[in-house]
């Protein structure tokens, strides 16, 4: 069985490896069934490409993407995690052209972890904030 320490440092290192920009080494970081639970969705997503598509299109909107773990700690298998983000919105973010603004916005997120893996997540960014950044004037 693994330790709370070792699930709070698989997600640590993955979010070094997002931060990064690595990708990759963060996908493989996920099991292969992995679940994402959204806000305001009915029913979670999953697999790997559907989290490589939603911070995809975050990279892609933002590519200065920055992202800093505030706070990270563990209970059993889970992992709460709260975020900063800071960028430049410099392409069309959710159908928003480009505004050349600078944004940050916060998320607080919870992973169950698997093994060595992250097999879940539950994020709860605050889009209402990044997205008042971007198209109000």
């Not at 490896?17 to 990708?23: E, H, I, N, P, Y």
């Not at 909107?61 to 983000?85: H, M, Q, T, Y």
């Amino acid at each position: 069985m693994i330790s709370v320490d070792e699930n709070v440092a698989v997600v640590r290192t993955a979010f070094e490896k997002l931060q990064a920009g690595d990708l990759d080494a963060c996908a493989e970081r996920l099991t292969e069934d992995f679940i994402v639970n959204l806000p305001g969705l009915p029913e979670p997503l999953h697999g790997r490409e559907i989290w490589r598509y939603g911070v995809q299109a975050m990279r892609d909107g933002f590519p200065d993407l920055r992202i800093v773990v505030e706070d990270i700690f563990g209970a059993g298998d889970r992992v709460a995690v709260r975020l900063s983000f800071s960028g430049t919105h410099t392409a069309t973010f959710q159908d928003v052209p480009a505004t050349h603004r600078q944004v940050t916005f916060t998320s607080i997120d919870i992973y169950r972890v698997e093994g060595d893996r992250i097999a879940e997540e539950w994020v709860s960014p605050d889009m209402a904030t990044l997205m008042r950044q971007i198209t109000e004037p």
